[in-house]
């Protein structure tokens, strides 16, 4: 099972909005809507922002928010804060009770 | 507040084992499927295994099939990951995270490194 494809950084500053892509194939992504989203500062763990493409668990920002079209998710930043800073991962089901992540994106807040 | 506490990384020479533990408090273990993700250094998260609430199904990637085996104790709220035939690419981070209801992965603990090295 390969990982999936996310861009390695993205950038933006204070304020802006940003988009983090997420493709993989019609065995993983375009197959199930099982896809969530986690951040990582350094050091930290995982943390999960986003499940089931756009559902945020409970004490998460509603800046935070997700989407799917065919085998790609996208996860949108928007008023993009310097505590946004970290990693992002994308992760779906691939079936047969496997799970796979993306290789992480580094968002920068400008 | 859930809490998951990993244990029994360290340093293991290629070929050699290491248990590793995940210590589970505020919830309902036993209700819970449970699974173990690294992190290599500098690299991404990957999925490893996981295991059903009571135990009796468990999955793995092909990457760690055949060499590791996840266990539980519902009684202990604890969760194991035995781990054999190290080689220098299973060096990590090793994370057990929690699965919600609905949420996959929704809890994790801080980590426990494992270096793989002669």
């Known amino acids: 099972q390969s990982a999936l494809t996310q861009p390695a950084s993205v950038s933006g500053s204070p304020g802006q909005s940003i988009t983090i892509s997420c493709t993989g194939t019609?065995?993983?992504?375009?197959?199930?809507?099982?896809v969530s989203w986690y951040q990582q500062h350094p050091g930290k763990a995982p943390k999960l922002m986003i499940y089931?493409?756009?559902e945020r668990p409970s004490g998460i920002s509603n800046r935070f928010s997700g989407s799917k079209s065919g085998t790609t998710a996208s996860l949108t930043i928007s008023g993009l804060q310097a505590e946004d800073e970290a990693d992002y991962y994308c992760?779906?089901?691939?079936?047969?009770?496997?799970?796979?992540f993306g290789g992480g994106t580094k968002v920068t807040v400008l | 507040e859930v809490k998951l506490v990993e244990s029994g990384g360290g340093l293991a020479q290629p070929g050699g084992s290491l248990r590793l533990s995940c210590a589970a408090s505020g919830f309902t273990f036993s209700l819970y499927e449970m699974n173990w993700v690294r992190q290599a250094p500098g690299k991404g998260l990957e999925w490893l295994a996981d295991?059903?609430?009571?135990?009796?199904?468990?999955n793995y990637a092909d990457s760690v099939k055949g060499r590791f085996t996840i266990s539980r104790d519902n009684a202990k709220n604890l969760v194991f990951l035995q781990m054999n035939s190290l080689r220098g690419e299973d060096t990590a981070v090793y994370y057990c995270?929690?699965?919600?209801?609905?949420?996959?992965?929704?809890?994790w603990g801080q980590g426990t490194l494992v270096t793989v090295s002669s």
């Open positions: 295991i059903r609430s009571s135990g009796d199904t468990k």
């Open positions: 995270a929690r699965n919600g209801e609905s949420e996959p992965f929704d809890h």
């Open positions: 992760c779906s089901y691939a079936g047969s009770r496997r799970w796979v």
């Open positions: 089931e493409v756009s």
């Open positions: 019609s065995s993983d992504v375009g197959n199930y809507n099982a």
